[in-house]
């Protein structure tokens, strides 16, 4: 079975945004942010230096892989998508490009998307990295300067402007060839077989820049899939915006929405506002009839475990749908 047609039967994936965000979990300095926990660096501009002092902290002794890969097989998802970098520029992987890694920057020392790969490939679970390609806010020339603010409580811009606020003497380029290029050449080669390389937000890369990215996928990797979100017309399935629902059927197409299991991707300890079970598997259906596969996320805490009304609600859909026995 081709890649191609592997994603167009799965129907049914685990995203998974975690890093150094976990730990302010949608708060700072006696305030709570109004939207997702994992730009809290971004919209309580808080400074790089100040920012990367979290990992001082980050210690997230309860994670285990395998129980993340085992809860995503019983509630009946065929992958998982792992944020190996976010838009804060942290990478949850061990990479020679910058020190600014899990592994070197905090006491855990752990490679988690090492950990996670090797999980997946024990329990028979297909494994795709997201990747921030445009926007990285640890980066001088780190993109999205050209675009102004977010939906993000109306307070946040894409792009680091506190510690770097010279738009002008920004040049997108130099972020792509010392940092971007690199790194996705290190998790494509580094953590065996890839399904998907997940994209997101290409305000500020170029056609060409797309290309070249494009390219650098497939010569690696020339089975993984790569997803719209790596812009300019690329890609070889469609991302829908964030918690879209459509009605139209796709046919042939390859399709997938991603979607929160509350109202944050990356963890905040106060959004309780969870979809039940009922509600998780009329939205699969409605996705599946209409030939989308639904990537639905959670957002690990601090210590690495997945919140528990969150595996609950999992656990359940699997047992009325079916779940890993009956894939």
Known sequence: ????????????????????????????????????????????????????RLADAFNPILFDAEEWVRLAKDAGMQYMVFTSK??????????????????????????????????????????????????????????????????????????????????EKKDYARCFEEKIKPQVTEILTRYGDLCLIWFDVPFTISPAQTDELYRLVKRYQPDCLVNSRIGNGYGDYT??????????????????????LNDTWGYKSFDNNWKSADEVIRLKNHLNERGINYLLNVGPDALGRIPAPACDILREVGRRTGGDAHR
């Open 1 to 52: 079975m081709t890649n191609k047609e592997w994603f167009k039967a799965a129907k049914f994936g685990m995203m998974i945004h975690w890093g150094l965000y976990a730990l302010p979990a949608g708060e700072w300095k006696g305030a709570r942010m109004e939207d997702i926990g994992e730009w809290a660096q971004e919209y309580f501009r808080i400074p790089n230096a100040e920012y990367a």
């Open 86 to 167: 976010h838009h804060d520029g942290f990478a949850m992987y061990k990479s020679d490009v910058s020190r600014y890694n899990i592994v070197d920057a905090t006491p855990f020392g752990r490679d988690v998307v090492g950990e996670l790969s090797e999980a997946c490939r024990k329990h028979g679970l297909k494994f795709g990295l997201y990747y921030s390609q445009d926007l990285d806010w640890s980066h001088p020339d780190g993109g999205g300067y050209r675009t102004g603010k977010t939906w993000c409580g109306g307070k946040a811009y894409w792009t680091n402007n506190w510690d770097y606020p010279e738009t």
């Open 239 to 260: 991302s829908a915006g964030d918690n879209q629902i459509p009605d139209d059927d796709k046919g042939d197409m390859l399709f997938e929405t991603p979607a929160t």
